[in-house]
């Protein structure tokens, strides 16, 4: 019964060459990995109903999209599997309200919001005072990524009051307006990338969304070492083995995070998009998760709550 070290659920076309760079890393250590497409997914869950296929680690970046993959999750749930990413606590930290607060209580600074309850529970929410928020802030759904739903420019209690209704199970956030300051005439924003204990910080475009890695010069001169301390700190926080923040230095000289946790990543190479992450961090990345399967390959008994004390030693 052929038994996988990996296993890699997709279903993103341009989630092709990152597939292709996770096959590579797997392969220089001697592993095997067995990808999942929409092409093959019938096949492989009639072989592993019929025991014919197993494997040991499972890292899904289909079933967020595509609800045919959740019998493929569903079942690495079920069995002797370790789950990079498990669904469950990518569900968890894809919730904005709940890692708002989360990130306070752990000391993450975050900007100044105010969190309003679902507008089917409650229409009419308290009083709330929007003058704390500056003149412009943003209204975003608690959950949902990609920018769906939210009013970046948003000025008036009218926006925030039809905002509520396009989605009206979804708690809401109004978060303040960041303003970076300029590091020699480039505003100090950062999309940052973790993956297994291993940050990669890039200077990030909020227009053109364009990524630029920071350099050893420029975190010594800028003093930009603390976006590594800031994901350290959000990763025991969301639990995730990969994801994204959006963080901005502000005036205080302060690191803030205005985007909390991005997952799945958008792992698109930059030499083949414009906005894709540099290939150099794809491959880092693939090498990491590379890495967490040869850890992991042995382990016969994973914990029964992933990601709740994880360590990352090497």
Known sequence: MPRYDLCLAWNWEYDADFACL??????????????????????????????EVTFASFLDRASDA????QPLADRARRRDVFRLNPQELGQWADDKATMHLEFIEQGVHVP???VLPPYRKF??????????????????????GGGEGVIIEASSMEQVLEARQQYPEEKYLLQAHLEPV???GRPAWFRVLYCAGTVYSCWWDQTTHVYAQTSEVEESTYRLQPLREVM???????RLDLFSSEIGL????????ADYVNNPVDLRLQSKATDGVPDEIVTGIAQRLALLAEVYRSNEHPPATQGSDK???F
């Open 22 to 51: 996770l096959g590579e890393a797997c392969a220089r250590r001697g592993l095997t990995l067995l990808e999942v497409t929409p092409e093959n997914l019938e096949v492989v869950l009639a072989e592993i109903g019929h025991g």
């Open 66 to 69: 595509d609800p045919a993959f």
């Open 112 to 114: 100044h919001s105010i």
């Open 123 to 144: 229409p009419e929410p308290p009083f709330f005072d929007l003058a704390p928020l500056g003149e412009r802030f943003a209204i975003k759904p608690a959950h949902g």
């Open 182 to 184: 300029r590091l020699d």
């Open 232 to 238: 350290l700190r959000i990763a025991p926080i969301c």
């Open 250 to 257: 502000d005036e205080q000289g302060r690191f803030v995070v």
């Open 311 to 313: 360590r990352y030693i």
